[in-house]
């Protein structure tokens, strides 16, 4: 398949992309890394009549530490994001789950924005941002809001974003003192998206779990801190309300099951990374 005739725009500046936006509405999509989008092009699952291509955009293409948030620019690679210095002490969460995500060659093309933008609940980077409490940032003619995961994320492959606006940014809270990270996943070989994924924060006083994979959206819960049976119980709560289905892939009895034993083996792991 080839994909339906579309005006092509390189926005030189931010300004440049966001009014061409306002201007084409739903007749437009953005590009950037192009590792979803260009399949659905291909498919004809989409046929904008104008793609704006924001991955040249200057200033959106860094990664900011203002001491309390990593803030990744539009333009950010999810390569680039993986190869950041310091990444492994700031954002030990997402240097966990990046390689995970597709192969280093998609990684190399693919953007950290663009997989929130499009917001599957099997993918490893809503998952993140959800667990972490992080924000996103959008960008219209008429200005910028700055939005919450829980907000943005509204279902499967939808988000709160507005078809004028773009994301421009996405901001990961920094690295708690003395908390442990770990992140882990089940798929059926590397590279696919994830079956489950989890996401857990250990703190000195409770635990933050995030599931991927499940629902329609990334779920988080908040837990003191639990063990043995406690533990086994909670897992066996979360899994049972997130109202998994069978499908082509698993049945719901497995997801619920990977639920379970991943769960525990992802808080294990970090309440043993705590410092």
């Given at each position: 398949?080839?994909?339906?005739p579309f005006?092509?725009l390189?926005a030189?500046a931010?300004?440049?992309?966001?009014?061409?936006l306002?201007?084409?509405?739903?007749?437009?999509?953005?590009?950037?890394?192009?590792?979803?989008?260009?399949p659905?092009?291909?498919?004809r699952?989409v046929e904008?009549?104008?793609?704006?291509?924001i991955?040249?955009?200057?200033g959106?293409?860094?990664?900011?530490?203002?001491?309390?948030?990593?803030e990744v620019g539009?333009a950010?690679?999810q390569?680039?994001?993986?190869a950041?210095?310091?990444?492994?002490g700031r954002?030990?969460l997402?240097?966990?789950?990046?390689p995970?995500i597709?192969?280093?060659?998609t990684?190399s093309r693919?953007?950290?924005?663009?997989?929130?933008?499009f917001?599957?609940?099997?993918?490893e980077?809503p998952?993140?941002l959800?667990?972490?409490g992080?924000?996103?940032v959008?960008r219209?003619r008429?200005?910028?809001r700055?939005?919450?995961?829980?907000a943005?994320?509204?279902?499967?492959?939808?988000?709160?974003c507005?078809e004028?606006e773009?994301?421009?940014?996405a901001?990961?809270?920094?690295a708690?003192?003395?908390?442990?990270y770990?992140?882990?996943?089940?798929?059926r070989?590397h590279?696919?998206?994830?079956i489950v994924a989890?996401a857990?924060?250990?703190?000195?006083?409770?635990?933050r779990i995030?599931v991927?994979g499940?629902?329609?959206?990334p779920?988080v819960?908040?837990w003191p801190?639990?063990?043995g049976?406690?533990?086994?119980d909670?897992?066996?709560?979360l899994?049972?309300?997130?109202?998994?289905?069978?499908?082509?892939h698993?049945?719901?009895?497995?997801?619920r099951?990977l639920?379970q034993?991943?769960?525990r083996?992802t808080?294990?792991?970090?309440l043993?990374?705590?410092t």
């Amino acid at each position: 398949m080839k994909p339906a005739p579309f005006d092509y725009l390189r926005a030189e500046a931010e300004e440049e992309a966001v009014s061409a936006l306002a201007e084409a509405g739903d007749d437009a999509r953005l590009l950037a890394g192009g590792q979803t989008l260009m399949p659905m092009l291909n498919m004809r699952l989409v046929e904008p009549a104008v793609l704006i291509d924001i991955s040249r955009l200057p200033g959106r293409a860094a990664i900011a530490d203002d001491g309390t948030a990593i803030e990744v620019g539009a333009a950010v690679t999810q390569a680039s994001l993986e190869a950041w210095p310091a990444l492994a002490g700031r954002a030990p969460l997402l240097a966990r789950a990046l390689p995970l995500i597709g192969h280093a060659q998609t990684r190399s093309r693919g953007t950290v924005c663009g997989s929130l933008a499009f917001a599957d609940p099997a993918a490893e980077l809503p998952l993140c941002l959800a667990t972490l409490g992080g924000e996103v940032v959008l960008r219209s003619r008429a200005g910028t809001r700055t939005l919450a995961a829980t907000a943005f994320q509204t279902g499967m492959l939808s988000t709160a974003c507005r078809e004028d606006e773009m994301v421009a940014a996405a901001r990961f809270p920094a690295a708690e003192p003395g908390a442990g990270y770990a992140f882990a996943e089940f798929a059926r070989r590397h590279g696919d998206f994830a079956i489950v994924a989890v996401a857990v924060i250990a703190r000195e006083n409770g635990l933050r779990i995030g599931v991927g994979g499940v629902a329609e959206r990334p779920v988080v819960a908040e837990w003191p801190l639990l063990e043995g049976d406690a533990l086994d119980d909670a897992l066996d709560a979360l899994a049972w309300s997130l109202d998994a289905d069978d499908d082509p892939h698993v049945s719901a009895h497995y997801r619920r099951a990977l639920v379970q034993g991943l769960g525990r083996r992802t808080v294990l792991a970090a309440l043993e990374a705590r410092t």
